[in-house]
């Protein structure tokens, strides 16, 4: 599944957000994962957004490292949840 954040006018970077789940049927536990891909302009831009809207932290996400031959950044968050 992948999200798509509409950027601000003010806001030039762009960045794709990817969202992965697996799922532990024993523990009830699902393995969040959001990857954003982009400049790491736009990856800091939507980092610092998602921060502000309490989704997670700045410092859990990854440092933004090499993502393909495009000259592309990537960043990850992983996060745990409860399932019911």
Do not use: C
């Amino acid at each position: 599944m992948q999200a798509y954040f509409v950027p601000n006018e003010n806001q030039l970077p762009s960045a794709e957000v990817s969202i992965q789940a697996s799922t532990d049927p024993v523990s009830q536990k699902e393995l969040i994962k959001v990857m954003v891909i982009g400049s790491r302009k736009g990856i800091n831009s939507i980092i610092k957004t998602l921060h502000r809207l309490r989704f997670a932290e700045v410092r859990e996400w990854s440092p933004p490292i090499p993502y393909g031959a495009s000259g592309e950044m990537m960043s990850l968050l992983r996060r745990q949840i409860m399932v019911d």
